[in-house]
């Protein structure tokens, strides 16, 4: 649905879209040079970077829609702004015949929260669409001076009692070069069918976002 509504306002409106930035225009020229004068690019201004490409009709090496993926990150990985180094574990979804791979972002070995790259494939196993929502980071640090104990008694002052699951360190970005190291923690309101996920922030210990999740949360086991 993202993706349908960001098309369709680079469509319409070029000029919100970044139509007319030198940017976009070398990275529209540089795409279509390689790809085909089908190549669409949608472009994110803010962040500098397409959020989608379409038109593709590539044929890559690879036994696996996943080892095809990683294939054309390695080699135009950059064009989106990518770091093929910062690629997190793929996941595959959508139907056999046409496959969707997903990779999370990753800076410094933290994964970046909610940050992912999907490539969808068609029946032929051909890559067509290219869909990021990859945040530029630069060089930041993700360290943080918080330890267990103190993300661990933030969320036992507001959620007493209430049994905690295992801390995830991840990185949140909003923002081009702006992110902040947190640590994510799901608690059991009511197990397992009421689950809360807290984020606590690296530096100051104090609890940045506090979401209801459900029952399901993924590779987490609440104790």
């Known amino acids: 649905m993202l993706l349908r509504a960001s098309l369709l306002l680079a469509l319409l409106f070029p000029c919100i879209a970044g139509a007319n930035s030198a940017a976009e225009l070398s990275a529209q020229a540089e795409f279509r040079a390689r790809f085909g004068p089908q190549t669409i690019l949608v472009w994110d201004a803010m962040r500098g970077v397409p959020s989608a490409v379409l038109g593709l009709e590539l044929t890559l090496p690879g036994k696996t829609p996943v080892l095809q ?56 196993h051909r890559l067509i669409r290219v869909s990021s929502d990859w945040m530029p980071l630069g060089s930041a640090q993700n360290e943080s001076t918080v330890n267990e104990a103190k993300v661990r008694a933030a969320i036992t002052q507001r959620y007493p009692g209430s049994p905690q699951g295992k801390l995830s360190k991840v990185i949140v970005a909003n923002a081009p070069r702006l992110m902040r190291v947190t640590w994510r923690v799901p608690v059991a309101i009511l197990p397992p069918f009421l689950i809360r996920m807290l984020w606590i922030d690296g530096e100051s210990g104090k609890i940045l976002q506090d979401r209801m999740v459900g029952k399901d949360v993924p590779g987490e086991v609440v104790r």
């Open 69 to 124: 993926a990683r294939t054309f990150l390695q080699r135009h990985g950059a064009l989106l702004g990518i770091n093929p180094q910062d690629l997190m574990a793929a996941r595959q979804s959508g139907f056999h015949k046409r496959p969707v791979v997903h990779f999370q972002q990753s800076h410094g070995g933290v994964p970046v929260e909610g940050r992912f790259v999907a490539l969808s494939f068609d029946e032929s």
